[in-house]
């Protein structure tokens, strides 16, 4: 009931969005989030080196699309905005969208399917949004698990909505934003009007000011809305293949530290890098 | 068929980074039996005919005032138009902030797979075929393509550049910003003289064990002598010692250079992650027990504010004798 009611309230509104310039406007908020292995744990394949072993490997709420959570919520706090958190995957990503719920969202969607490459997740998001009339859609400028970097700006490409990769910083009310992105060597500051897609990380909130979910925002997630959808039909365009480790590293050479001349002859005539 | 690079430039200016892309394109299209072409994009002040000493035949400059600021789309929109009419079937991008980008709008555009992260040349053409970097650099993929187009966007520093002879011909090109509004850059800030990160072939890092902001003076001499980007740890970037774009790590920039010298970093896991991709790491550290030293190929059990500014002299000395 809780759902209809909110649901005609935000559909009420965004038609009357154009009416509502100078105020704060109620934004609906799409925020991506990856569940990925946490960021301490060991990597390993399984025997045919075909697939990630998860075993023993607990998952957590991809950090950089932590940032971009925090950030929605204190939209919401700021000037009211309903936050959906969205996953692409099978059922066992509901502890990590059970989370993002506690962190302070409202409601979740899981596409149900397993993510075959960024191609195929853009899609289903972009269905998503297309269906959900959303405003807003945040994600973190990559996963640490693949680190493809590639959903967020497929997905604004797909929508034909403004992009703004690795962003720093949104600030703004209504419908005009003040961004500030990273850039090689620097910054860029920009203005987008809404709709636009925010691929985040550290910068759009600050370390210190993440949201971590205390009991009380544990018990209310386990009541909130988690939605499954079925996919829609889309083909990869990437297969992945055989996973490695790195090399192992030959043994450190210790160099005495009142001997710098001596670490400099090695980088110049061994390793060959000065 | 063929090969279309973006040769990227900043205010005008090419970057040793612009000419890897070059070559990495060069050598692209000698494995698929085809020729590489260049696309510049934007105002010039240098001359992009060198782009024929990196195997380039021939390189296309687009001009137009839509593209005077940066806008993902409208870049991947042109990228793709200009794709199209050359007939080019693979699209070579660096990995530099614009570069990571616009390459997902390019590959919607273009109706192309997407193949980024990418740590080396192509493995193999059929299927297309590349290695690339997982789990922050914690391992690898093999990602292969049978999709009959693919953009490709390596990390900086992923092959050795080799330049040889030859002018690539210079032609201008018109192609449009696609019909998705664009965003409004009102300011660019870079700061000067500084190296970005993902491209910096030799990085000098700083960590907890440097004590506070106060003390980076001798982080950045080594840097200047080295010609070094500085970067920071986590912590470092947490404590505000030192701006959040210097972080390197799982959850900050991850870098490949061929140098990368740690000072007072501890190297927790999530750190490695983000550097481990270096060719020569030498980590200082007081702590002899520093996991980090697992992880370097030259290691200096001391104090850092005594061992760098002797690592600075002994450097300053080399330089000038040879």
Partial sequence: MHNILTSAFFRLFSRHRQYHFSEYLFMKVLVCISHVPDTTAKINFTADNSAFDKNGVQFVINPYDEFGLTRAVWLKEKQGASITVLNVGTAETEPTLRKALAIGADNAIRVDAEAKDAFFVANQIAAVVKEGDYDLVIAGRESIDYNGGQVPGMLAALLKWPFINACVSMEGEGETYNLVREIDGGKEKLQASLPFVVAGQKGLVEEKDLRIPNMRGIMQARSKPLEVKSPVDTEAKTQTGVYSKPAPKSAVKMVDAENMAELVRLLHEEAKVI | ?322
């Fill in chain 2, 1 to 322: 068929m063929s090969v279309l690079v973006y040769l990227e430039s900043w205010e005008g200016n090419f970057k040793k980074n612009t000419w890897e892309s070059a070559f990495y394109a060069a050598k692209t299209a000698e494995m698929l039996g085809t020729e590489a072409i260049g696309l510049c994009i934007g105002n010039l002040n240098e001359d992009p005919s060198v782009a024929g000493q990196y195997g380039i035949s021939k390189v296309l400059h687009l001009e137009d005032a839509a593209f005077n600021s940066f806008d993902a789309n409208n870049y991947g929109a042109a990228i793709a138009e200009v794709a199209a009419s050359q007939g080019a079937d693979t699209i070579i991008l660096s990995g530099t902030f614009n570069g990571k980008a616009l390459a997902p709008a390019l590959s919607i555009n273009a109706d192309a797979a997407l193949l980024t992260n990418v740590v080396a040349l192509p493995e193999s053409s059929s299927p297309f075929s590349v290695k690339r970097g997982v789990y922050s650099s914690k391992g690898f993929n093999i990602l292969s393509s049978d999709a009959s187009k693919r953009v490709v966007v390596f990390v900086p520093n992923s092959l050795a550049l080799e330049a040889g002879e030859g002018s690539a011909a210079v032609e201008s090109v018109n192609a449009g910003a696609g019909d998705t509004k664009a965003v409004e850059v009102t300011e660019v800030d870079r700061v000067k003289g500084k190296i970005p990160l993902p491209e910096a072939e030799r990085v000098v890092s700083g960590g907890r064990g440097l004590k506070g902001p106060e003390n980076w003076g001798m982080i950045e001499e080594l840097a200047e002598v080295l010609d070094a980007g500085t970067a920071c740890s986590k912590p470092v970037s947490d404590m505000d010692w030192r701006p959040h774009s210097e972080h390197v790590g799982q959850t900050g920039i991850a870098i490949k250079p061929n140098l990368y010298v740690a000072v007072g970093i501890s190297g927790a896991i999530q750190h490695l992650a983000g550097v481990s991709a270096s060719n020569t790491i030498v980590v200082i550290n007081k702590d002899a027990e520093a996991p980090f030293f697992k992880a370097a190929d030259y290691g200096i059990v001391g104090d850092a504010f005594e061992v760098v500014p002797k690592l600075t002299a002994a450097l300053k000395e080399f330089k000038a004798n040879n």
